[in-house]
């Protein structure tokens, strides 16, 4: 069984909470009532808005394919990165395809409760059509076709969340961490317009998803010459 190891990085819609319409800003400032803390102002914390799919766009989608056995298995990763969210889109959507095509399998750490609904809804509200691997809104949670490397922690325990650098930490696995984490990436797109850096965060993350999943599971991790890195065509 091939797996497609998925990863994406968000950013506000805008760079500042005043760039948004009126309506926008009245719409976010709605939201963040139910998520400031002490004296915050929607402003001042306009920039976590990238979370959120109807406030923030992706801006890089890292994937990694990973296919053959045990003894010559190869993670073939490719990253996606566009400040154009609807040509990002574009290029992502037959990518994803290809996995219902080829009887593949999606996998991502919380991938079921944030990569995947978000890119559904960039999707649909970029006037695009979603694959039909991504067409899940009748299903259960638990009916969902995507391997989840925080559910198989979890092991049931819906209260519990861990990130994935503290699951690299205590599997020993090398961290994505080493340069900057997700809580810098609007610094890094907004103030310092570095999209490669990001780029080349996301892409960490998808390598050490696989590696996490691959140690879960009582596998070897990979090795650096099974992972073959493919620029984005």
């Given amino acids: 069984m091939a797996i497609l190891f998925i990863d994406i990085e968000t950013v506000p819609q805008t760079e500042n909470f005043t760039d948004l319409s009126e309506k926008e800003q009245s719409l976010w400032q709605h939201k963040a009532s139910f998520l400031t803390r002490n004296e915050e ?9 990238g979370i959120y799919a109807e406030f923030g766009k992706i801006v890089v989608v890292s994937l990694g394919w990973m296919f053959g056995n045990e003894k010559n298995r190869k993670l073939r990763v490719t990253t996606l990165a566009d400040e154009d969210e609807t040509e990002l889109l574009s290029k992502l959507i037959p990518i994803l395809q290809k996995v219902e095509d080829t009887n593949s399998v999606i996998c991502g750490h919380n991938i079921k409760e944030f990569d995947i609904p978000y890119i559904c809804r960039r999707i649909l509200v970029n006037g695009l059509k979603l694959p039909s691997v991504l067409d899940v809104s009748s299903l259960k949670p638990w009916q969902t076709p995507y391997l989840d490397t925080l559910e198989m922690w979890k092991f049931g325990d819906r209260k519990h969340y861990t990130k994935l650098d503290l699951l690299a930490h205590i599997f020993d696995l ?9 809580s810098q990436v609007y610094e890094v797109y907004y103030k310092e317009g570095d999209l490669k850096r990001i780029a080349e965060y996301c892409e960490k993350d998808v390598v050490l998803t696989c590696q996490l999943y691959l ?3 009582g596998q070897p991790i990979l090795q650096e010459e099974q992972i073959i890195k493919v620029k984005d065509e």
């Fill in 215 to 217: 140690k879960m599971n």
């Fill in 41 to 49: 102002t929607a402003e001042e914390i306009y920039p976590r808005a």
């Fill in 174 to 182: 090398p961290t994505s961490k080493d340069d900057i984490d997700g």
